[in-house]
């Protein structure tokens, strides 16, 4: 299938590693002109390397330095990609995840560390982004989150608190800017195969998805034929979550 990618300009935050790097592989490979974004300049180089090798022939790809909490960053890489592409119309907001934490354990400062992470620093990327894919009537954004905005977690509150904002924040903001012909989703990993779930303590034997499918499921919302695709939070689990929503 024909995604109609080729040229499309993207950027991905938290991508030097897992879900993010994934997705920006994916959109890479299928012809998009890729930013990506993540704190660590070591692994965002080794990156950078890996989605210039999996474009199609691309050495226009930018890797961004940056902390996507940090005050006025968000916004920075927004304005960089929009320089050296001449606009976004692929946004993918990703970053770290926070600690485990049962609903009664979580302190004030980890919420709102959680919610700076996992909700406003999507939100701020999608309105940094907006008045370029508006201006061009075309925009696909896709934020990486997690399926336990479907299930709640018990020993992941920070995340189901944060995570579910943001999915009540898309759900309107889909619906506002439909007729600009901009897309707003969010993809819902269940257990993958990356570093952040080997620090929590790995899958406790339970069937892991593959990073690489995930990226490809991200570059499909990303992609032409996904243009009435809005608005939705789909869950890429294996099945593994059982909310009906
Ligand atoms: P990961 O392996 O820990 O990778 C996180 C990436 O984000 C890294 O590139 C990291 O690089 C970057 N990053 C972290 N905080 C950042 C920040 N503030 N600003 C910019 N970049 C930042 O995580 P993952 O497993 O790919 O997961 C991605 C997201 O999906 C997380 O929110 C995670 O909680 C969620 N999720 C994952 C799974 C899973 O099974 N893997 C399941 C459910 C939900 P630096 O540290 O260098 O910045």
Known sequence: MDLGLEGRAALVTGASKGLGLASAIAL?????????????????????????????????????????????EAERVVTEAVEAFGGVDILVPNAGGPPPGGAWEVTDDALRAAFEANCLASIRLARAALPSMQARRWGRICCITSAWVKQPSPYLSLSNVARTGLW????????????????????????????????????????????????????????????FVSGAALQVDGGATLGLL
């Open 28 to 72: 890479a490979q299928d012809g998009a002109r890729v930013a990506i974004v993540a704190r660590t300049a070591s692994t965002l180089a080794d990156a950078h390397a890996a989605v210039t090798a999996a474009s199609t022939g691309r050495t226009d790809v930018l890797a961004i330095a940056a902390d996507v909490t940090a005050h006025g």
């Open 168 to 227: 009540a924040w898309v759900k309107t903001a889909a619906a506002d800017v439909a007729a600009d012909g901009v897309t707003v989703n969010l993809v819902c990993p269940g257990l993958h195969d990356t570093d952040r779930i080997r620090a929590l303590g790995g899958s406790g034997g339970a069937r892991m998805g593959d990073p690489a499918d995930f990226g490809k499921v991200v570059a499909f919302l990303c992609s032409e034929p996904a243009a």
